[in-house]
């Protein structure tokens, strides 16, 4: 077993519980449970990671991110610039992976 990984597994289960909790406050989706999911897929993403990620809607997607920007649940990481798009995080679960 990798030393600290079982106290690491804990904090990312009680996160995981923390966003089931607060994102369906913020979200009234029937997307609630996928759009949990692909935080923790990929916590560095971009909305075409988020999409394929969740399997959620392209143009569903561009209200979701918003709002869970809005609610500091993800933040951005890269501004759009161009023609790149913006690159957002999952910062809460970055600290401890």
């Known amino acids: 077993m ?35 999911d692909a935080l923790f897929i990929r916590p560095i993403f971009t909305i075409q990671d988020y999409v394929k990620d969740s399997g959620i809607p392209f143009d569903s997607c561009k209200k979701l991110i918003p709002s869970l920007k809005n609610n500091s649940i993800i933040s951005v990481r890269k501004e ?16 401890i992976i």
């Open 2 to 36: 990798i030393p600290g990984a079982s106290r690491e597994f804990g904090w990312i289960a009680a996160m995981d519980l923390d966003m089931k909790n607060r994102i369906p406050e913020i979200l009234k989706s029937k997307y609630l449970v996928q759009a949990i």
């Open 80 to 95: 759009e610039s161009g023609q790149k798009t913006s690159v957002y995080e999952f910062s809460d679960f970055l600290a």
